[in-house]
């Protein structure tokens, strides 16, 4: 295809999104989608945090979307000053071929003790079992209901969360100086 | 200076939210009288790396199986978000350490449709990327194969397969300088053209490997210990391998049609002919181990195919000119608005995805995630092996073929 273009790439693009939105709308009414992020090439929809497990397992299971793949789960840090995270779902569909990407933002004050909470979609997609672990690892980000929510590449012991904007690195390891 | 250990709070008060861990911990003390617990690995070769999983077995059944995996951790995004993108290509070569071409051609991919300077590549570069690519697919397949063969017990085919590589190894050590780890492909362009007579010598690789593939097969493919160890064992039906996010050969070998380059076409694989392998159930089920094997030595006569059509057109309408310069695209600084995008190509593994969170007024990421395809191959492990034989379990593991780089990178 010589005349495959990002341009077009992004119509098509914004084309499911409205769609999805259209179809979200119907079924859980205005509160489900709250903003249309359209930044770059991949405009993403922003979804409210309690309705996220609800609005995956729909977009899985209608015929019109059917995202059945869960490509990647990625939690972002926005920032200290913005006070808030993003865990950002990029879905694919094998029958359709489609892509879309969803986000939710949650406000956090960054301490260990209270960490941002989103549900676990780990019941829609198994894909999400290890990604919201590794979330959970490496961002500090707290899915509820997640069946087997530990640490997966650090160490059981680490403290802290090493990809947080604010990640100090430890001086001691159990006592032991390491620096 | 003393330690004074007990005066250091344990981890446990220290950390909250370890409840998934005392219940793990809490499952593994209340095993039956007839369970047992057996480490295999991190130092087990067929675990191809540090892998290691705990079982728990009733005699030779594995009941259940506990991936522990992060032993070769080497904090790629944290890396990532500390350099610019020029400087993240090497980390990206150390991921899928088989495949480094294939990684870097992802990740530069990226950041080329962020800059919108995707469609301005020549096509020279263009086919030099996916020559070295498929090269490097055939290397990684290669590999998954022959070490396959050792770890069902078979050793020539292991020796044979690594002969073979070596010659792949030798031409991409040529072309950039580096064995295995090879830093080639550039955001904008590569790092030099290909080195003059690397098409000759690579159409005479080509015609020295097609009779070899054959031969293989003979020993392996249609061998009846081999297929007596592999067919019917660990099938992993298609619903499973999606919902479980499998992807490349895994995914293919359970019967479904879903290659990136495809799907996506990117690059110039649209104007490329080649088909896509899928598992059949010659021998068995869709899906078993015996699939995913056939389906990577399938997969490396396709890639055969797409090196001739590249050489082909490097050597005719796209031959080298003297003024050619494949840095001649390459920006001195990448300069992105803030934005985020997923790319997404089709590595020997599977779908290897990058996911760029920019920022303004700085050439440094705010956040690039990795999706490998080993770590979603790999946590469907627990799902296909249970009840299995502890040597089933071995012929499972080599099949899904993982690298550890890329699980925990």
Redesign the interface.
């Known amino acids: 295809?010589e005349n495959?273009?990002?341009g077009s790439l992004t119509t098509t693009q914004m084309g499911i999104i409205i769609r999805v939105q259209e179809l979200l709308a119907a079924e859980f009414g205005d509160q489900a989608v709250t903003a249309v992020e359209e930044?770059?090439?991949?405009p993403?929809l922003v979804i409210h945090r309690e309705k996220l497990a609800a609005v995956c397992l729909f977009l899985r299971d209608h015929e019109e979307t059917y995202f059945?793949?869960?490509?990647?789960i990625?939690?972002?840090?926005n920032?200290v000053e913005s006070g808030s995270f993003s865990v950002?779902y990029?879905l694919a569909s094998?029958p359709h071929?489609h892509?879309l990407?969803l986000k939710v933002i949650v406000e956090n004050d960054r301490h260990?003790?209270n960490?941002p909470v989103v549900p676990t979609v780990s019941g829609v997609?198994?894909?999400a079992?290890?990604h919201e672990r590794e979330a959970?690892d490496?961002m500090g980000i707290?899915f509820e209901g997640?069946p087997?929510?530990?640490?997966?590449?650090?160490?059981?012991?680490w403290?802290g969360y090493?990809?947080r904007k604010d990640y100090q690195e430890a001086e001691?390891y159990?006592?032991?100086a390491i620096k | 200076m003393a330690?004074?250990?007990s005066?250091?709070p344990s981890?446990q008060e220290?950390?909250?939210?370890q409840?998934?861990?005392r219940?793990?911990e809490a499952r593994l003390a209340a095993i039956g009288a007839e369970e047992m617990i057996i480490n295999m690995g991190p130092q087990h070769p067929s675990t191809h790396g540090v892998l290691r999983l705990q079982l728990v077995t009733d005699g030779e059944i594995v009941k259940e199986v506990i991936p522990h995996?992060?032993y070769l951790?080497r904090?790629f995004?944290?890396h990532a978000?500390s350099m610019n993108y020029g400087k993240t290509i090497p980390f990206t070569d150390r991921m899928d350490y088989l495949a480094s071409m294939n990684n870097s051609h992802a990740f530069v991919m990226g950041v080329e449709?962020?800059l919108?300077i995707?469609?301005k590549i020549p096509k020279r570069v263009e086919y030099i990327r996916v020559l070295v690519c498929e090269l490097n697919r055939i290397a990684s397949h290669l590999i998954a194969i022959g070490t396959y063969g050792i770890d069902i017990g078979a050793f020539t085919p292991f020796m044979w397969c690594f002969r073979d590589r070596e010659h792949i190894m030798n031409m991409l050590e040529w072309a950039s300088g580096s064995r295995m780890l090879y830093n080639y492909i550039w955001v904008g362009g590569l790092f030099y053209d290909l080195p003059v007579g690397f098409e000759e010598r690579c159409g005479e690789f080509i015609r020295y490997f097609k009779p070899k593939l054959p031969e293989l097969d003979e020993l392996l493919t249609a061998n009846q210990i081999f297929i007596s160890r592999t067919a019917n064992i660990g099938t992993l039906p298609a619903d499973v391998a999606?919902?479980?996010?499998c992807s490349g050969p895994t995914l293919r070998a359970s019967g479904?049609k879903?290659d990136l380059r495809r799907?996506d076409?990117y690059s110039v694989y649209?104007e490329l002919a080649f088909d896509i392998p899928i598992g059949k159930g010659e021998m068995g089920c869709v899906g078993d181990c015996w699939d995913r094997f056939k389906v990577r030595v399938e997969e490396i006569k396709e890639s055969v195919r797409i090196i001739e059509q590249c050489l082909e057109r490097l050597e005719g309408p796209l031959k080298r000119t003297a003024d050619f310069d494949p840095r001649a695209l390459v920006p001195k600084k990448v300069n992105l608005?803030?934005?985020?995008?997923?790319v997404?190509a089709e590595n020997p593994k599977g779908?290897l995805?990058f996911?760029f969170?920019t920022q303004e007024k700085t050439d440094i990421p705010?956040?690039v995630?990795a999706?490998g395809p080993s770590?979603?191959n790999l946590?469907?492990l627990p799902?296909l092996s249970k009840g299995v034989l502890i040597a089933d379990l071995v012929a499972i593991l080599g099949s899904i073929d993982i690298v550890l780089g890329e699980v925990?990178?």
């Open positions: 295809m495959h273009t990002i930044l770059g090439l991949q993403a059945d793949f869960l490509s990647c990625s939690a972002v840090d920032g950002v990029h094998i071929q892509q990407t260990l003790d960490l997609w198994r894909t079992d290890w959970f490496l707290y997640h087997d929510l530990r640490r997966i590449l650090l160490p059981e012991d403290e090493p990809l001691t159990h006592g032991i | 330690l004074q250990l005066d250091t981890y220290v950390q909250p939210y409840g998934a861990q219940a793990y995996v992060g951790h904090c995004e944290k978000e449709r962020m919108g995707d469609q999606i919902n479980y996010g479904v879903w799907v076409e649209p608005k803030a934005q985020d995008y997923y997404r779908e995805g996911y969170v705010k956040r995630k999706r770590f979603n946590s469907v799902e925990d990178r």
